[in-house]
């Protein structure tokens, strides 16, 4: 199975900052990595796929990059709504796996 | 617009067994993959399980193989996720999700979200 692993667990930021979290795969899953942004208590919603493609929606402070086993979510001029969870997820294989989170405090 | 509406959760004893449902709207329902993915309170998201849009190919997390059973019925575009013998750590908010017409592939759609909580 292949693990999803993300870094910081959490970030502090403030209105305009921009922020990049990091995603690592346990094995190269090529360009097969969304991400995804939760709010309290609310569904999650798919911001990226296919590693940098824009969701239908998405505004364009919201970038991705990456490929292989390596990947950002990158996030320029930080927004109050922002403030939310991120996850990633690879999309290559079953069993789909998440990242543990990432905590964004504005 | 796509909407997933979600109903079933509830408060269940452990051995205890019970079926949340998904009943999509605003889209062609049968040619999309559906899944399930669920949350323990305070943590992170961890897939379930998943369908194809025919229904004839079905996939498990391990923690769930024997004890969850995914099913849809594409004339009521309802997706469902039976759950036998729950145990205390079944405990989460269990969303659905849209994929699409090739597994595996991202999410793009989700429920609200329903609450399921094994307790005695």
């Known amino acids: 199975d292949i693990e999803m692993t993300q870094s910081p667990s959490s970030v502090s930021a403030s209105v305009g900052d921009r922020v990049t979290i990091t995603c690592r795969a346990s094995?190269?899953?090529?360009?097969?990595l969304a991400w995804y942004q939760q709010k309290p208590g609310q569904a999650p919603r798919l911001l990226i796929y296919?590693?940098?493609r824009l969701q239908d929606g998405v505004p364009s402070r919201f970038s991705g990059s990456g490929s292989g086993t390596d990947f950002t979510l990158t996030i320029s001029g930080l927004q109050p709504e922002d403030f939310a969870s991120y996850y990633c997820?690879?999309?290559?294989?079953?069993?789909?796996?998440f990242g543990q989170g990432t905590y964004l405090d504005i | 617009e796509v909407q997933l509406v979600q109903s079933g959760g509830t408060l269940a004893q452990p051995g205890g067994s019970l079926r949340l449902s998904c009943e999509a709207s605003?889209?062609?329902?049968?040619?999309?993959?559906m899944n399930w993915v669920r949350q323990a309170p305070g943590k992170g998201l961890e897939w379930v399980s998943s369908i194809s849009g025919d229904g004839g190919t079905t996939y498990y997390a391990d923690s769930v193989m024997g004890r969850f059973s995914i099913s849809r019925d594409n004339s009521k575009k309802t997706v469902y996720l039976q759950i036998k013998s729950l145990r205390v750590d079944d405990t989460a908010v269990y969303y659905c999700?849209?994929?699409?017409?090739?597994?595996?592939?991202?999410?793009?759609?989700w429920g609200q979200g329903t609450l399921v909580t094994v307790s005695s």
């Open positions: 094995e190269s899953i090529s360009r097969w």
């Open positions: 997820q690879q999309a290559q294989t079953f069993p789909y796996s």
């Open positions: 999700a849209k994929g699409q017409v090739v597994v595996p592939a991202p999410l793009d759609s």
């Open positions: 605003g889209l062609i329902f049968d040619i999309y993959a």
């Open positions: 296919d590693a940098s």
